[in-house]
């Protein structure tokens, strides 16, 4: 098994190792590090969904194909989606270092797809939101995963040569792969435990799980942990512009992992598509550890909770946001998912939050099958396989294909000269920045955005000044012959 950690701790406070951590998954450290808040696997990004083809100079009329690397969600996937116009057509190529990642943006995408007569819009957006943010879960979110994992499970092992849905191609990952995602969705399908259980057996309590990951982080600071929060939102988060970030929220995520808590109900039961393996050296040995091993400082927010186009949810009274960054998640997401309605052909009904839509009945409720998922007109989201990056320009269809190539801050050092040989003569490259990974610190940061900056002109691709000045991501284009 692949680890993802590293073994040895660079000090932080060196500005010259802020440029050899891109390498370390944006410093992320080993267990019991005070850097450890971001973990090693990224089950969300750590910047805004973004329409990329908005995002660089005007695109071509035309079919567009987009490559993504180590995005950890489907968030840029659905808002590049929403703004795309009727006549153009697009392709998105995902590329993620894990398959448990993997799995959940296959699971996701499955939500995003489900088609309004088997799950009314708000309530879709509520379960999505609660998968997607929540360490534990309501039973009847359990449910809605576990038919999604055998339907997804279903799909990974019949897909032969051709893909079962567009928006859903695992057909080109290899045989060993999609073995791994059907052993992933198998996994999710076990019961899982609740933290109301005086026993815990051998699945992963995620209560435990997330405790674990709080202390290691804190250490002695453990006690006063409240205070720690407290210190994270409004001198990190608020400072650099999440000011929607409710503290009362926030809090509630840092200690026990709810992001979003829009219904009432029981939130005690294990998300499992928020487990994952962290390989450890114990003796000389590797074992790995089944936990939570993802973000515990940054939070959920950052993919669809603190931007808007809707001012009214930023407005303030005294100083403060009248709305948080839940309630701006839910309006984002749910809008997203109405425009997905739209580009399947079918009028959404929009409707306000006076009138909520009534949950399905239960009784009415099956699994939705892969072909049952809408069919976008003109999408297709193809996963290639993990170590492809390297492949690609080897392979005459993906020379000078890529109109858009999209890089984690975790993924940067796979920006190279060779990405010039699967970028299109008019390419954009989008490289997200460390802004909102919290355990680095100014001049860490500037450090990342100039390492960026000099890997981009090494590739032979330059800084894109005709935009407005964006420190969350940097944009590049080929440099003029």
């Known amino acids: 098994m692949r680890s993802c950690c590293i073994a040895t701790e660079p000090k932080?406070?060196?500005?010259?190792?802020?440029?050899?951590?891109?390498?370390?998954?944006?410093?992320?450290?080993?267990?019991?590090?005070?850097?450890?808040?971001?973990?090693?696997?990224?089950?969300?990004?750590?910047?805004?969904?973004?329409?990329?083809?908005?995002?660089?100079?005007?695109?071509?009329?035309?079919?567009?194909?987009?490559?993504?690397?180590?995005?950890?969600?489907?968030?840029?996937?659905?808002?590049?989606?929403?703004?795309?116009?009727d006549h153009k057509s697009l392709n998105v190529w995902v590329i993620e270092n894990s398959m448990?990642?993997?799995?959940?943006?296959?699971?996701?995408?499955?939500?995003?797809l489900m088609p309004k007569e088997s799950m009314g819009n708000n309530e879709k957006t509520e379960v999505f939101l609660e998968l997607f943010g929540n360490g534990e879960i309501r039973s009847q979110t359990e449910q809605t995963l576990r038919r999604a994992a055998s339907q997804l499970s279903l799909s990974v092992t019949e897909t032969l040569e051709t893909a079962t849905h567009p928006c859903l191609n695992t057909s080109l990952l290899k045989f060993k792969e999609r073995d791994e995602l059907a052993r992933i969705f198998k996994l999710w399908l076990q019961p899982q435990p609740s933290s109301s259980s005086s026993e815990c057996s051998a699945p992963i309590l995620m209560s435990k799980a997330w405790d674990y990951r709080v202390r290691q982080h804190l250490g002695t600071r453990y006690d006063s942990k409240k205070s720690c929060f407290d210190w994270d939102l409004t001198m990190k988060l608020h400072e650099k512009g999440c000011g929607v970030i409710n503290k009362q929220q926030y809090t509630r995520w840092r200690e026990r992992g709810l992001a979003f808590e829009m219904r009432e109900g029981v939130y005690q039961i294990t998300n499992p598509s928020l487990l994952s393996s962290r390989v450890f050296n114990q003796k000389g040995d590797k074992v790995a550890v089944r936990g939570y091993w993802g973000d515990i400082v940054s939070s959920p927010y950052l993919s669809f909770g603190i931007e808007t186009d809707d001012k009214s949810l930023l407005k303030t009274q005294n100083g403060q946001h009248i709305k948080t960054a839940q309630d701006i998640s839910f309006a984002n997401v749910q809008k997203l998912f109405q425009s997905l309605s739209s580009r399947r052909g079918c009028p959404t009904t929009f409707q306000s939050d006076a009138e909520p839509e009534e949950p399905s009945p239960e009784a009415d409720r099956k699994s939705v099958s892969i072909n049952d998922l809408m069919c976008l007109n003109g999408i297709s989201v193809t996963f290639l396989p993990m170590d492809s990056l390297n492949k690609l320009p080897e392979k005459q269809k993906y020379s000078h294909f890529f109109n858009i190539i999209y890089f984690s801050a975790s993924c940067v050092h796979q920006f190279g000269p060779t990405t010039r040989q699967i970028a299109a003569p008019d390419a954009v490259i989008v490289v997200e920045l460390a802004k909102y990974i919290l355990d680095v610190n100014k001049e860490q940061e500037a450090g990342f955005a100039k390492k960026v900056v000099s890997i981009a002109l090494e590739a032979e691709f330059e800084p894109w000044h005709e935009g407005k000045s964006d420190d969350v991501h940097a944009v590049f284009v080929p440099q003029r012959k």
């Open 12 to 85: 932080l406070s060196d500005p010259t190792v802020s440029c050899k951590l891109i390498q370390l998954a944006s410093y992320r450290m080993s267990a019991g590090r005070a850097s450890e808040g971001a973990g090693c696997i990224t089950w969300w990004g750590f910047s805004p969904a973004r329409d990329l083809l908005s995002t660089g100079p005007v695109r071509l009329e035309g079919e567009i194909n987009v490559l993504l690397v180590g995005s950890g969600d489907p968030r840029h996937i659905l808002k590049t989606i929403s703004g795309l116009q």
């Open 100 to 112: 448990e990642v993997v799995a959940r943006q296959l699971l996701l995408l499955y939500l995003a």
